[in-house]
């Protein structure tokens, strides 16, 4: 079993994305630790980039923050190794093509094994263009995670059957960020990947409430929560990790309910 299928062996998965370096690399070490406290069974960790096309304002607002605030990729990778101490969840890196590339991929995928990280979600890699990624990513045991999205109707099966760690599953279209309703037939999306793959499937984009959370959670393996989490770092900074305990906690229970 990938250490990723361990989140979500026991329970409904609360995955929680928090930048990294937003404001400052300390705040997120205490705010992953908050948020597993609380109950997050798998951690994403955002490299900041500069254009990055998958995320709302809110999400935006923090990469441009951190990146402003000097974080480099390196200063993650270290930043890794130390938190790694303590967090003993599943941790997977979101970031875009560009940033691995710039690093050069397998050193990027290699230290990625190195300082115990389990996944690696690129949303601007198509299906198509995964080769570019994939053997690396198998050669250091790193699941490279597949998203699907309401637009992929046709290629749910293909992708099903290749995924690694879990299935992305993007609630809406558009960008990242809360919603106060989610309107896709995700039910028939999840059930196309129970065809063809026993992978774990978890839905993210715009899940910010526990009301939300359970209806989500009654129909996959885990939902993803990114936007409502940043926004706490963004409105709150130093402060935010007790706030993310108390968020994270109430989500936890709705999906427990």
């Known amino acids: 079993m990938s250490n990723i299928a361990s989140a979500f062996s026991n329970r409904k998965a609360f995955i929680a994305f928090i930048t990294c370096g937003d404001p400052d690399l300390e705040t997120t070490a205490e705010a992953v630790k908050a948020a597993v406290e609380a109950g997050a069974d798998l ?5 900041p980039f500069s254009d990055p096309t998958a995320e709302g304002p809110v999400i935006q ?3 441009i923050r951190a990146l402003k605030g000097g974080v480099t990729t390196d200063k993650i990778f270290d930043f ?4 790694r101490k303590d967090v003993k969840v599943p ?3 979101m970031t875009y093509a560009n940033v691995v590339f710039s690093y050069g991929s397998e050193r990027f995928i290699s230290t990625c094994s190195e300082i115990g990280i389990d996944g690696l979600i690129l949303p601007d890699v198509p299906y198509e263009e995964k080769e570019e990624f994939l053997p690396i990513c198998r050669q250091y045991g790193v699941d490279l995670i597949s998203l699907i999205a309401p637009t992929s109707r046709d290629r749910i099966a293909m992708i099903a059957r290749e995924a690694e760690g879990f299935l992305y599953v993007v609630s809406s279209l558009g960008v990242t960020g809360t919603r106060k309703e989610i309107h896709t037939d995700l039910a028939s999306m999840i059930a196309e990947v129970r065809k063809n793959s026993d992978i774990p499937c ?9 009301s939300q959370a359970k209806t989500m959670a009654d129909l ?3 939902v993803i929560v990114g936007s409502a989490i940043v926004k706490l770092l963004g409105q709150y900074g130093k402060e935010a990790p007790k706030y993310i ?3 994270v906690a109430s989500m936890r229970r709705a999906l427990d309910e």
């Open 220 to 222: 996959a393996d885990g």
């Open 80 to 83: 890794v190794r130390g938190l």
């Open 61 to 63: 607002a923090a990469s």
């Open 91 to 93: 941790m997977v890196f």
């Open 202 to 210: 978890a839905i993210g984009f715009g899940i910010a409430d526990p």
């Open 43 to 47: 951690i994403e960790l955002g490299i």
């Open 245 to 247: 305990r108390e968020y």
